[in-house]
């Protein structure tokens, strides 16, 4: 750039000058200028140094901070209000018992011995122990000979979820008898452990009960399971289910699906075999409800493998219910239904203690039971029931008496009828519960049809029963309970093949009555002392031939709750 200035500088006085002689004319003389580039511009090197930026660290610690406001409450002078809150206080639970014992003595040598023993009170759990005994060293035939007992012992929980109740039991029970029908005109010294039947039964029981409310879907589940032992060598093993499922479609219609059974293996020492009884039954169908009217329609169908020859081992039959309440204090209700009855060893026992070492156990067939009834209430303490049923059976059976020559002394074994019978019954029922009086009363008509020229036997065709308890006073209790039972038919082959027997053999077995009263005094609330009396009438009756019951039975003793 310095350079092109100094070459105008040069130049710019001759340009001056030649202007002057711009009006002259002339020549111009030829001429060369040359322009030399010669200058060199050098500048020192400088020595730059190039770093990198250097990386700020970022200090990454966590810092806690924190915030504090401060709240000013303004201070108010204090006020006194003339009005007053009236508050109730909560009140409070009266004292829980929970445990109980209860002894006692009486004639024929009795001991009796009960006792009850449970948690406190919780929301969502319970348990607890139930005991009891109940022996008789003496009976009506020879005193010891005849007598029996009764032991029991009942372990319980249960648990409440939010949306379920699980119940838990298990359970050992010991009956103890003897086989004193004997004749004691012939037989005057006999071996009392040989006449002993004493059988034990342990089993547990669980269950699974649905008490979700808004659900749709409803379910109780059941299963139970028990072990049979005697002393002589029978056993039974069984385990039960009972699975009921319901689902609400709508507010009128249910559908339901129902099923239980048992399986089980019956052994007898004698035949040296077990026997394998299976039973499954499946309930199916729907529920109709509309105001005052529910109608239930279904099929019950039931599969079982130990139906006598000539039957088949599967079953379909109807299951229809019909209930109407035309009345808030009124119901009537009918229906149809058929169905197995499942017939158990263990039932027999319970029924029965004087069986024969070896038994027939079938199940019997009812293809069919129409029945009905009304219940209702004639006041708030006064309800009522009557109703009847009819029904076709087969395989019904009662028992058959059958004299054993080896041990001298009177057996039984079930009497099973193989032709369609027919069963019949009718009922009606009265019960009030008032503050110091409770009383039930019932009573039965039963007719069986098993043929032109058989009775059933050891059923009787009428029974009624009643028990009740009134407080005289604060502290004294008098219970009142009365049986009567009608003529029973005697089916037996000792008249024919023993006829040396001296027992008073005839066609029936004489009415049974009895009459008991129960007197408690309340020492405190935590004390009582009770008296018992049955068989006021000192009647040795025979509900089976050959068996007479004790007389007049006195119990006594005492009570206490902690």
């Known amino acids: 750039m310095l350079r092109y200035i100094l070459i105008i500088i040069f130049f710019l006085p001759i340009a001056v000058l030649g202007q002057d002689n711009w009006d002259q004319e002339g020549d111009l003389e030829d001429s060369q200028v040359i322009i030399e580039k010669d200058r060199k511009i050098d ?11 250097p990386e700020i660290k970022v200090n990454q610690s966590d810092f806690d901070v924190s915030f504090n406001s401060r709240q000013f409450i303004p201070n108010l002078n204090s006020l006194a209000p003339r009005i007053r809150v009236l508050t109730v206080q909560d009140e409070k639970l009266e004292k829980l018992y929970s445990n109980q014992v209860k002894i006692g003595v009486g004639n024929y040598g009795a001991s009796y011995l009960e006792g009850n023993f449970a948690s406190k009170r919780s929301k969502d759990k319970s348990y607890g122990l139930n005991v009891f005994h109940q022996s008789f060293a003496n009976g009506a035939v020879d005193k010891r000979n005849s007598g029996s007992g009764y032991q029991r012992v009942n372990p319980y929980g249960k ?15 010991r009956h103890n008898n003897y086989l004193y029908g004997y004749d004691t005109a012939m037989h005057s010294e006999v071996d009392r452990d040989s006449l002993q039947r004493t059988f034990h039964t342990i089993g547990a029981s669980i269950s699974l009960k649905d008490q979700n409310e808004t659900s749709r879907y409803h379910y109780n589940i059941n299963t139970d399971i028990y072990q049979l032992f005697t ?16 689902f609400d479609l709508n507010d009128d219609f249910t559908l339901y699906l129902n099923s239980d059974g048992f399986i089980s293996s019956l052994k007898f020492d004698i035949l040296d075999s077990a026997q394998n009884r299976n039973l499954l039954r499946f309930k199916s169908g729907v529920k109709f409800t509309r105001e005052k009217l529910r109608i239930g329609l279904g099929l019950n169908m039931v599969h079982e493998n130990d139906t006598l020859e000539g039957m088949g081992k599967f079953h379909i039959y109807p299951d229809l219910n019909i209930v109407y309440s035309p009345f808030d204090r009124l119901s009537v209700f009918g229906g149809l239904k058929g169905d197995v009855r499942a017939n158990r060893y263990r039932d027999f026992l319970m029924e029965n203690p004087y069986l024969d070492n070896t038994v027939n156990v079938y199940n019997t067939l009812m293809p069919f039971q129409f029945y009905g009834g009304a219940a209702g209430s004639i006041s708030n303490f006064l309800g009522y029931e009557v ?12 028992y058959e008496a059958v ?4 041990q001298g002394e009177i057996r039984y074994r079930p009497k099973y009828f193989d032709q369609n019978n027919t069963e019949a019954n009718v009922y009606a029922s009265i019960s009030t519960n008032i503050d110091k009086l409770n009383f039930n009363l019932r009573g039965d008509y039963f007719y069986y049809n098993v043929g032109e020229t058989q009775l059933m036997p050891f059923r009787p065709n009428y029974q009624l029963k009643f028990d009740g308890d009134y ?6 209790k008098v219970g009142l309970n009365a049986h009567l039972q009608g003529r029973m038919n005697n089916a037996n082959t000792i008249e024919q093949e023993n006829a040396n027997y001296s027992f008073n053999v005839d066609e029936s077995i004489p009415p049974i009555y009895d009459l008991g009263i129960k007197l ?21 009756y025979e509900y089976y031939l050959g068996y ?11 009570t206490y709750s902690f």
């Open 231 to 246: 002393n002589i060598n029978n056993s039974e093993f069984s385990f039960d289910y009972n699975i009921q499922n319901k």
């Open 43 to 53: 500048l020192p090197q400088v020595n730059r140094d190039f770093k990198k930026v």
């Open 403 to 406: 004299y054993n020559e080896l």
């Open 471 to 476: 407080w005289i006073a604060n502290k004294l």
């Open 159 to 173: 648990m409440i979820f939010q949306k379920a109740v699980l119940n838990a039991e298990a359970f050992y029970e």
């Open 548 to 558: 007479p019951n004790r007389g007049f039975q006195i119990l006594g003793g005492f």
């Open 387 to 398: 109703g009847f049923s009819i029904a076709s059976v087969r395989h019904n059976f009662g």
């Open 520 to 540: 408690g005094y309340q020492l405190s609330n935590r004390s009582q002392v009770f008296l018992h009396a049955n068989n006021l009438i000192a009647n040795k």
